[in-house]
């Protein structure tokens, strides 16, 4: 691995562990939270009020910072019959560019626009009515995830420039591939 994809993915480490931390976190509120609502709903008979609303609000959570991370260890599904036709130098041209276009809709649509998003939304003082939260900070995923989508994009570029992802393969080298 060259040194500067080997610093890059050092000070991506702590985000990445971060964000798993993060991920491992909400999805066990949300267990606990969908359990507490079937409890309350079937043994006390009234569900309580603001269970389904932090159900829905965490699962948008989860599946966006999720997405990210997925997209970091390149879990997405992809075509890649049509990569592999490609002859080295041209396969490693389009997963560059692939990966150009994901940073470019991610700073556009989910960092730009998300922001404008969570601006406008906190100042309507649009407010969850179970929860009293701001519907501003359940908003505020958007910008988050599409920051984390570009830094991984950028990881991802770094890669491919230093040749320390193998495109056949597709995992970093030095990696186990699972099965």
């Known amino acids: 691995m060259s040194p500067r994809s080997t610093r890059f993915s050092r000070c991506m480490a702590p985000v990445v562990k971060a964000l798993e931390i993060l991920l491992i976190v909400g999805m066990g509120i949300l267990v606990v939270d969908v359990l507490w609502g079937v409890f309350s709903r079937y043994a006390l008979g009234e569900q309580t009020r603001w269970t389904e609303e932090l159900a829905v609000y965490l699962l948008v959570w989860i599946s966006l910072l999720g997405a990210a991370l997925t997209f970091r260890e390149k879990g997405h599904l992809g075509v890649d019959y049509f ?4 002859e080295p130098s041209a396969r490693r041209l389009s997963a560059m560019l692939v990966e150009v276009i994901v940073f470019a809709f991610s700073a556009f649509a989910l960092v730009f626009g998300g922001w404008n998003l969570v601006v406008k939304t906190l100042a309507s003082g649009q407010v969850l009515p179970a929860l009293n939260l701001s519907m501003g900070y359940v908003y505020s995923v958007v910008p988050l995830s599409g920051v984390f989508f570009c830094l ?15 495109l056949a393969d597709t995992k970093r080298k ?5 099965v």
């Open 152 to 166: 991984f994009a950028v990881e991802h570029l770094v890669d491919y420039l230093t040749g320390s992802f193998d």
């Open 83 to 86: 990569m592999g036709k490609l």
């Open 174 to 178: 030095g990696e186990k591939r699972s």
